[in-house]
């Protein structure tokens, strides 16, 4: 039981370049997030998916698109990455209980 | 939009109290929760009001006051392994979840 599970940890994107954040639960909450997080920040939401086959802009969406491929998975796209997107980026869940989970976060720098 | 205000940071002794204030704006209130981040590691669920009132889990209590848009988590008997940052967060009836700054908390010998 992984709980929430983020690929990649880490990555280097040169300006331009794009690329997919992939996150994955096996707790079968219903609300997937996901979070950017700059140093000494803290969490913006940049999209979330109320349940399976919805998604919603948070307050930080330009520049992602997401992928709310099943219940179980909830994607991040950035199409042409800029170094203003360099960030930790956490996904979450929540469930029908007050209690979040996050997973682990990827660290994305662009060059 | 919702919109969360909590301090920047806060700097206590082992064994002390240390409230946390949260004031915020939102439209569809669902609940406040609270969340503990340490550095470099991903944030961990601490404790959820929904109602007015006081939420107690061992150490930790939270309470909040719909009213004034208004909580609080307290931290007591503090110990070295509280140092970390800890964050309000407004759940509105869409289902949105959105954090504050956040606010760092040292505890010293």
């Known amino acids: 039981n992984a709980g929430v599970t983020q690929t990649p940890k880490f990555q280097v994107l040169k300006t331009g370049q794009s690329m997919t954040l992939q996150c994955a639960q096996d707790m079968n909450h219903n609300s997937m997030y996901w979070y950017r997080q700059d140093p000494g920040m803290g969490l913006r939401l940049i999209y979330y998916?109320?349940?399976?086959?919805?998604?919603d802009k948070g307050e930080v969406p330009n520049g992602y698109n997401v992928s709310r491929l099943n219940k179980r998975e909830f994607s991040l796209r950035l199409e042409s990455a800029a170094p203003s997107q360099t960030s930790v980026y956490f996904c979450?869940?929540?469930?029908?209980?007050?209690?979040?989970?996050f997973g682990p976060g990827t660290r994305l720098t662009v060059l | 939009g919702q919109s969360l205000e909590q301090p920047s940071e806060v700097t206590a002794v082992e064994g002390a109290i240390v409230q946390i204030n949260c004031t915020y704006q939102?439209?569809?209130?669902?609940?406040l929760s609270w969340y503990q981040q340490h550095d470099g590691g991903a944030p961990t669920f601490l404790s959820y009001?929904?109602?007015?009132g006081l939420e107690e889990t061992g150490r930790f209590s939270s309470f909040l006051s719909r009213s004034d848009s208004y909580g609080y988590l307290l931290l007591q008997e503090l110990q070295m392994k509280d140092s970390a940052s800890y964050f309000c967060a407004v759940r509105s009836n869409d289902y949105k979840l959105s954090f504050g700054a956040g606010t760092t908390v040292t505890v010293r010998a």
């Open positions: 939102t439209s569809g209130f669902y609940g």
């Open positions: 979450a869940i929540l469930g029908g209980g007050p209690d979040g989970f």
């Open positions: 998916s109320a349940s399976e086959g919805t998604t």
């Open positions: 009001n929904a109602l007015d």
